[in-house]
């Protein structure tokens, strides 16, 4: 399995738990890369190794987002059109929330074509914002699966908490960093899917403290 993590903005230093669950899935002997949407802002000598090794979606110039949106609509024009699908349907109501989808789709296909290129077999995302609507678009046009981890009020508080019962089912699998997320998940009206969601924890490097 070659894996793909997915963040809004990685590295950064309120997402040293990524980089921790990132690094302890390599020493499990997971391979595992390291994609951002934006780029990251690396404190620690470890967020700068990272930022090295990290993939950025909307890093260089215009034609380096839009370029891919045209290459990989001629070669599977059916997989892009179900992009665009999923790039709408997780987005909210309205027009300025759709057409901020194809921006969405421009970020998806280029992370595909990256993803592609590495012979990527699944992708993870952190977080239920923006970032997870380009990565469950990019997995779709790949046909690969594509999972979530859930974590506070930003996931479970903000407006677009009505999609998330679409972005599960969407899912291969959700997590939660608590039992809590769990319960909000069902309370939002998941429970057909259920048995996708398991709650993991975010461990804490006490040593370090």
């Known amino acids: 399995m070659k894996v793909a993590t997915l963040v809004s903005q990685y590295p950064a230093p309120s997402h040293t738990f990524i980089r921790r669950e990132v690094t302890a899935l390599r020493a499990l002997g997971l391979e595992v890369e390291t994609f951002s949407i934006r780029p990251g802002a690396p404190l620690s000598p470890e967020d700068h190794e990272e930022q090295a090794r990290t993939f950025t979606v909307l890093a ?3 034609a380096a987002l839009l370029w891919p949106l045209l290459v990989m ?5 059916g997989r892009w059109l179900a992009a665009l699908g999923a790039a709408l349907c997780h987005t909210r109501p309205g027009l300025l929330a759709k057409l ?3 921006a969405y789709l421009a970020e998806a296909m280029r992370l ?4 592609e290129r590495r012979g ?13 609507v380009a990565g469950l ?9 594509c999972s979530l981890t859930l974590h506070g ?11 998330l019962p679409g972005k599960l089912a969407a899912a291969a699998f959700v997590a939660t960093a608590t039992a809590w997320g769990r319960g909000e998940l069902l309370r939002l009206g998941a429970g057909a899917g259920a048995g996708k969601i398991t709650v993991v924890r975010c461990g804490v490097e006490v040593a370090r403290l």
């Open 100 to 102: 901020r989808a194809l």
């Open 73 to 77: 609509l001629l070669r599977r024009p």
């Open 120 to 132: 990527t077999t699944h992708l993870h995302v952190h977080f239920a914002n923006p970032a997870s």
């Open 137 to 145: 678009a990019a997995a779709r046009y790949l046909g690969i699966p």
């Open 153 to 163: 009020l930003s996931d479970f508080g903000g407006p677009d908490a009505p999609l």
């Open 112 to 115: 595909a074509r990256e993803l």
């Open 60 to 62: 260089g110039s215009p």
